[in-house]
């Protein structure tokens, strides 16, 4: 599988990757230049800060986090310990995409088919014809169920469901997403149509951090991990404002939606507002 891993690589790298519009900034819409007249015991602001796969021993707080400590994570120790720390929850779902689903819904994603995370074709495949030296078992393709398969960018969170988006913009709230979607990048997918009055969101699933040849990152490759080789090989350097084109982030993409989110949360001081705010970090690639 070597040789043919290596071709379906290169054809991710030159066949898929697109190079996208440069940067620009971002146009908020502003609340009222007065608070709103409303009771804010009974209309709180809410942002929903989602990290990717960050493990509950990831966190200092919960078991001496990475490598013994060594990447802290105080910020995050301290809204539990000042906060609330639920300790007996468990996610909807054991998979990227399906638990996303199941946080925007409330409901267990099977129950509405999206029990499994999108992937393109490619991917797949890639997946399902690698072999790793050593291994016992091997993932079995079927290359005659390939015409069974949806479009990758709709493998969307259905229409019908009622997000969490749709159900605060219903009680008065303006509501805002940044950062990762997954769950459908067809436009009658992608959030804004999923109740968000505003959307700053990357294409299909994620993004590099920064561009591989930029003088300021240092890459880390896990040559061992398909899911890593694919995405260095696409190397999506793309966001998009609502339903505008793709264009390149300004900065390292952590520290680009944190900038983005502290300007939204300004332009929306003065109503009750509601924030999706989902990081890429600490998935892959790094």
């Known amino acids: 599988m070597g040789g043919k891993l290596e071709a379906l690589l290169l054809f991710v790298k030159y066949g898929m990757h697109k190079e996208h519009a440069p940067t620009q900034d971002i146009s908020w819409i502003q609340g009222p230049g007065k608070p709103v007249a409303t009771d804010r015991k009974k209309r709180p602001n809410v942002i929903l800060i989602v990290a990717d796969d960050l493990g509950y021993n990831d966190i200092t707080l919960n078991g001496g986090g990475v490598a013994h400590g060594a990447v802290p994570t105080p910020n995050i120790n301290r809204l ?3 906060g609330v720390n639920f300790q007996t929850s468990y996610s909807g779902n054991p998979t990227c995409a399906p638990s996303r689903a199941a946080m925007m819904t409330g409901r267990y994603p099977t129950r509405f088919g ?16 690698y072999k790793p030296a050593g291994d016992i078992r091997f993932p079995i393709y079927h290359p005659d169920r390939e015409s069974d398969v949806i479009a990758y960018e709709d493998m969307g969170l259905p229409a019908s469901e009622m997000s969490l988006a749709k159900v605060m913009k219903g009680e008065g709230y303006h509501t805002l997403h940044i950062g990762k979607w997954h769950l459908g990048d067809s436009p009658q997918f992608r959030s804004y149509s999923h109740g968000f009055d505003e959307a700053l969101s990357f294409m299909h699933r994620a993004s590099m951090y920064l561009p591989e040849n ?3 990152v240092v890459n880390a490759k896990q040559d061992y991990d398909m899911i890593d080789r694919f995405q260095w090989a696409a190397h999506s350097w793309g966001i998009r404002f609502n339903d505008g084109k793709v264009f390149k982030p300004k900065n390292y993409v952590t520290d680009y939606l944190a900038d983005e989110a502290v ?17 890429t970090a600490p998935h892959t690639p790094p």
């Open 263 to 279: 300007k939204a949360i300004a332009a929306n001081k003065n109503q009750p507002f509601f924030m999706y705010l989902a990081y």
């Open 214 to 216: 930029d003088p300021n």
């Open 114 to 129: 999206f029990e499994f995370t999108p992937t393109p074709k490619l991917f797949m495949k890639m997946l399902g014809e």
């Open 80 to 82: 539990a310990q000042e």
